[in-house]
């Protein structure tokens, strides 16, 4: 009941623009005949929870809009796949259909015609989430294949990030998808918390030192603002260029404890032993928490 009457602050907003809107504890449900009015009314919200460090659950989040038959045709490469792709098995959900993975590896690959087959079907413009999202599963092995589709990928369905990210360790031109994210992130979008630090975890796993690596490292710190999970994630990647090792040196020297100022601490790590210790000592003195942190980091 605490946290009922805690998310009244998003209810009581005079910004939300949708015909009606429906909450329970921390479910909400949105409710217009304008998608466009839907969707940024989602993005409002996001915003104002992240105010608070709180995010929205990708996997609870649902948009429904379902036009056509792209269900059915799914369904139907699904059953074509049976033979083929052995460990994957369809199962009922209160949701619809979902696919899980029963066994570790695949022992046949896709047919040239059915990798063309479910590819055509992430063009399709009524495509839902869900369905992207399934069949980026059964093209994880064609991750190179997908890059053109990625930036299509990434406008329209801002909650599979995170499969994303899987799919962009096997992508092999690391400068085309470096080309992508940066050209994503300089388009003007209202963007996730959720999506923001799922693209800094692929720069930092995934693109590490490619061009336009430290500018759009840059341009999430910009972009997160309001989003201190995101912007974390940033200051949390031990890079010293770009401008990242003053921006950390600032909030370190404040003394203040939050998550940016522990993230800022982990992010120094690689610098050198003195110059770390230095600044470290003094943000240690700040509470108790920035004293164990420091003392974490200076153990690593």
């Known amino acids: 009941m605490i946290g009922n009457e805690f998310l009244k602050f998003v209810d009581l907003s005079g910004l939300l623009k949708s015909s009606s ?88 690959s896709l047919s040239q015609e059915q990798v063309d087959g479910l590819m055509s079907l992430l063009k399709e413009d009524d495509l839902e989430e869900s369905d992207a999202d399934l069949i980026l599963g059964f093209l994880r092995s064609h991750s190179d294949s997908l890059l053109d589709l990625l930036p299509t990928l990434l406008e329209k369905f801002p909650n599979i990030i995170k499969h994303i990210y899987s799919i962009c360790s096997d992508i092999k031109d690391k400068k085309s998808l470096s080309r992508v994210i940066n050209s994503f992130l300089k388009s003007e979008i209202n963007f996730l918390e959720y999506q923001l630090f799922w693209i800094g975890a692929i720069l930092e796993d995934h693109l590490a030192g490619v061009d336009l690596y430290g ?25 010293q260029g770009y401008g990242l090792k003053e921006i950390r040196d600032d909030l370190l020297k404040t003394g203040q404890s939050d998550w940016l100022s522990w993230s800022a601490a982990m992010g120094s790590r690689t610098l050198h032993t003195d110059e770390r210790n230095y600044t470290l000592n003094y943000f240690s003195k700040g509470s108790p928490m920035n004293f164990l942190i420091s003392s974490g980091v200076k153990k690593l």
Request: charged share 30%; no cysteine.
């Open 215 to 239: 500018d759009s490292l840059i341009k999430i710190y910009e972009l997160s603002s309001e989003f201190k999970i995101a912007r974390s994630k940033i200051l949390e990647i031990p890079e």
């Open 21 to 108: 809107i429906v909450r329970f504890m921390d479910d909400f449900t949105l409710f217009d005949n304008d998608p466009n009015v839907l969707k940024q009314d989602f993005i409002y919200i996001q915003q104002l929870l992240g105010k608070f460090a709180l995010n929205i659950n990708p996997s609870k989040t649902h948009y429904d809009n379902k036009v056509g038959d792209i269900s059915t045709t799914l369904s139907k490469i699904k059953e074509s796949l049976q033979e083929i792709v052995v460990d994957y098995k369809a199962f009922p959900t209160v949701s619809g259909m979902e696919v899980f993975e029963t066994e570790a590896e695949i022992e046949n």
